[in-house]
């Protein structure tokens, strides 16, 4: 059964005003209808406006960002903030702050507000971290070798684990010591070569050579200019006297001897010429504000270091290391003689010749030939070393450090 509620008046058709009671109800209806319909849409409205907004703000923070890279590229790394907002056309502004983390790391926080920060109607704020562009290096083992292998002659020594996709030899002499774990895709000399660790895997399977990027390094350089020592020989012969150099291209040789102090400030880029380092009290150093982080010199000759010449670290907690790289096919492509060449060498495609109480950090090579008791002595912290191009190289965000707030 129906209930009913209320009856609506009837009139008869043909009574006077009958057509103007439905009409009005039928406008009333329309009227109803149209202005819950105009609530949706005006909040439909007014949600997609606070988006937009809303959108303004966080491009205005990325903004900010990108302001922040240029500056810091374009000014060295030495640049913290804009101290007041910036104005970005008609739309907002942006306000960016620059801390240092560490010496190559610096934190970035930029904030849009649109239209400003005094009467915002939306704001963003972006926080990240930049870093100096370069490239992270593994050096898993003290040395590692192509197929020419690792000829050990008379008392040389390896501290720390290697690897060789030949063979590990005793050559000449005896008392040949590796402290650390031995592993060849050949064979090994053990003994007369002594393995302290008892650690000692012939047959392996070819072990991939650490991988620079030589044109990075090769372009890091230049970018801070060309020297032809053709044209100005005196500034590629460094004797006697305390510079620092880099970045820079040298094209031709570059010698630094006679008890030179020479302080490395970004990459090396030696074309077409030799580097030679000699004599004793003659050090190159790695800049103090790479931090922990090294740089790179390149050459597509041969590398020299003789007669106590000697590469060094920074003192950072862990040290930066200058990592010194030839691509010539020579063999030697490199020779270090006569103690504390303290650096990372890498000759992939040549021959490395160690002598006279040399002694590196770690080194990769085509092959490797040990004399009078060389030393070869892993630095910790090479399993993943970075380089960088310093202080005044490019600046870029760190993967997995930006971040939007509100």
Known sequence: MVKKFFNLPTLPKNQPGFVLLVGILVVTVIIIFSAGQFDRVANFVRQGSNKVVQQQAVNLAEAGVDYAIWQLNKNAGNWYGTGTE???????????????????????????????????????????????????IEFNFATQTGTGGITMNQSSTINGNIYSNGNISAGNGSQQTIDGEAYAVGTIDSPPITVTSGVIEENQEPEDMPTIDYQLWKDEATAGGIIDCAITPSSCNIDGVIASIGPKKYIGNLTISNQAKVTVTGPIYVENGNIIVRNGGTQVNLSQSFGSEGTVIITNGTITVEQGGAFNPNSASPPGYILVVTTSTLDPAMSVSNQGANAVFYALDGGAELSQSAQVNALVAKK?????????????????????????????????SYQYTK
């Open 86 to 136: 910036v104005a970005v056309g008609t739309t907002g502004t942006f306000f960016v702050t620059v801390t240092d983390e560490s010496a190559n790391i610096k934190n970035v926080v930029a904030t849009g507000y649109v239209p400003n920060s005094t009467s915002p109607r939306q704001k963003s704020t972006v926080k990240t971290q930049v870093v100096i562009g370069g490239q992270t």
């Open 368 to 400: 490797l030939i040990m004399r009078n008791s060389a030393t070869l002595t892993y630095a910790s912290g090479l399993a993943s070393a970075k380089f960088s191009s310093g202080p005044g190289g490019s600046w870029e965000i760190r993967k997995g």
